[in-house]
């Protein structure tokens, strides 16, 4: 079965910046678009950023255009995650998701709800 797991959170300072990790494992890697999401305490899933099955086409929440980097290696079946200028606000479980598209797909959902894969996420912690 398709497995999905998120590695390389932590505690890090105001400024500072992460890689994140999501290694896919079961399936045909390549027939999925690959997102993250982030979950802080008492709030939605919210969608961060997703990168097409090729890594071409790539979208992302207005809250961190400039600062995230959605990639991915489909020869690793990996997607990351770089997280720069990290502020608290960004203080959550990020989870790795995917979605089954076909090759000539072109909505970009960011409703949790589409995708049909998920990691048990990474916390990610911004000190003050």
């Known amino acids: 079965q398709v497995q999905l797991v998120e590695s390389g959170g932590g505690l890090v300072e105001a400024g500072g910046s992460l890689t994140l990790s999501c290694v896919f494992s079961?399936?045909?890697?390549?027939?999925?678009?690959m997102a993250w999401f982030r979950q802080a305490p008492d709030k939605d899933r919210e969608f961060v950023a997703r990168?097409?099955?090729?890594?071409?086409?790539?979208s992302y929440a207005d809250s961190v255009k400039g600062r995230f980097t959605i990639s991915r290696d489909n020869a690793k079946g990996t997607v990351f995650l770089q997280v720069n200028s990290l502020n608290p606000e960004d203080t959550a479980v990020y989870y790795c998701?995917?979605?089954?598209?076909?090759?000539?797909?072109?909505?970009?959902?960011?409703?949790?709800?589409?995708?049909?894969?998920w990691g048990q996420g990474t916390q990610v912690t911004v000190s003050s």
């Open positions: 990168t097409s099955r090729t890594g071409m086409v790539r």
């Open positions: 079961g399936g045909p890697f390549t027939n999925y678009a």
């Open positions: 998701a995917a979605d089954l598209v076909m090759p000539t797909a072109t909505l970009t959902p960011r409703d949790p709800n589409e995708y049909e894969y």
